[in-house]
């Protein structure tokens, strides 16, 4: 038996998916937590919430983390929520200088404190770098129902999305080799792929069904190599 893993981060490590035929979100039962604990038979204690921030994600660490101390391995996965932006504001606005929901320096600066609490609790933090989106996907998504040619003129250009959000994912694979901790690069396994968008949802965001099966391989692969028994 493998030993309890415990882990935080947002909807993609929580499971949920858009379902594109009933037109909404929901959790996928076959998440990649949910798999690897079926597949290994190791506990997956799964603190990941809908809709997290690293700001949220700390208070919920501080929460837990008498209990961090039980875990060898402590998997952090945050990051995607925190590069978006209020596009209704954006779209009203798009003249105006608009902020992401944590600045990157703030993202940085509280991703360490994370870091350091859960390492001082015992446990080895194991970091998630973020799966790619799509951005005219997600474009189309956050713009159906506003102003679709402010928010590009705001933007420069659609791809702005993927850079932005690339800049986030650079700071968290900086960290974790910086600081010499795992990372689970699960950003490059689907970028490997040929047809990458076949593994995300239609929001152009989330991983659906077939990119959590992807990301449950390379978590099982580290697990298998590196995870303690």
């Excluded at 999305?161 to 700071?171: D, G, K, L, V």
């Amino acid at each position: 038996m493998v030993s309890p893993i415990c882990l935080f981060g947002d909807s993609v490590a929580r499971g949920v998916i858009f379902d594109t035929a009933a037109g909404r979100y929901r959790f996928l039962k076959a998440c990649f937590a949910s798999t690897v604990e079926q597949e290994l038979q190791v506990r997956v204690d799964n603190f990941s919430k809908y809709g997290c921030t690293i700001l949220k994600g700390r208070d919920l660490i501080k929460k837990h983390a008498l209990e961090l101390g039980g875990y060898p391995y402590t998997a952090l996965e945050f990051g995607g929520n925190d590069c978006d932006f209020d596009w209704t504001d954006v779209s009203r606005h798009p003249d105006r200088e608009h902020y992401c929901r944590t600045p990157l320096p703030v993202f940085e600066k509280t991703y360490l404190e994370i870091i350091d609490e859960v390492s001082r609790q015992g446990s080895r933090p194991v970091l998630f770098s973020l799966p790619p989106v799509d951005p005219e996907r997600y474009f189309a998504r956050i713009s159906r129902e506003l102003n679709a040619e402010n928010i590009l003129h705001w933007l420069g250009d659609v791809g702005h999305i993927y850079r932005w959000h690339e800049m986030y994912n650079s700071a968290v694979c900086q960290m974790a080799y910086r600081l010499g901790l795992p990372l689970i690069d699960i950003r490059k396994v689907f970028l490997e792929s040929r047809n990458c968008l076949q593994y995300i949802c239609e929001d152009g965001i989330h991983p659906n069904a077939e990119g959590h099966a992807l990301i449950a391989e390379v978590v099982e692969g580290y697990v298998k190599q590196y995870g303690p028994a």
